[in-house]
Each structure stands twice: as structure tokens, then as C-alpha cells.
């Protein structure tokens, strides 16, 4: 007999909540791999264009991550003033 939709959601359920790691990591390669169609997509460019686009990116990421930084720094001095 075939189960039926609700007993393959439930069976579903239970496989993952067993393997939650697994579950992370799948969705982990699941973004990777839509991001690499994306990049096909929208560039016909050659790899060492991408590979300039990609750096740009990381070095916009940077200065941000130090804003946050110093911010937080900011923040926790003027508790202290307080204080």
C-alpha cells in the first residue's frame, strides 16, 4: 500500500529532525549553488572578470565589519563614563 502525503511528511519530519546537521548543510550547498547559477546567468564574462567582481565585494564587506567594530567600542566606553 502507498503511504499517504501526511504519513511521508510526518516519515519526512522525523528523518530530519534526527539529522539536523545535515540539514544545515544542505541548505549551506543549497545557497552556494543558486549564487554560482546566478553568476552564470547574469555574466557572460570570463573568470578573471568574476574573480575581480568577487574581491570587490569582500573589500566592500570589510570596511563595514570595522564601522560595526568601532561602534560597539563606542557604545561600551560611554557606559563606563557613566559609571
Not at 543549497?30 to 573568470?47: A, D, F, G, L, P
Not at 561602534?71 to 557613566?82: E, I, N, T
Request: aromatic fraction near 2%; glycine fraction near 2%; charged fraction near 60%.
Amino acid at each position: 500500500m502507498v503511504p499517504t502525503s501526511t504519513e511521508r511528511v510526518r516519515k519526512h519530519r522525523l528523518k530530519r529532525k534526527d539529522d539536523k546537521d545535515t540539514w544545515m548543510a544542505d541548505k549551506v550547498k543549497e545557497r552556494e549553488r543558486i549564487k554560482r547559477y546566478r553568476e552564470k546567468k547574469k555574466s557572460t564574462m570570463n573568470k578573471e572578470e568574476l574573480d575581480q567582481q568577487r574581491s570587490m565585494k569582500l573589500k566592500e564587506k570589510q570596511p563595514k565589519e570595522l564601522k560595526k567594530k568601532k561602534k560597539k567600542k563606542l557604545k561600551g566606553s560611554k557606559k563606563c563614563r557613566d559609571i
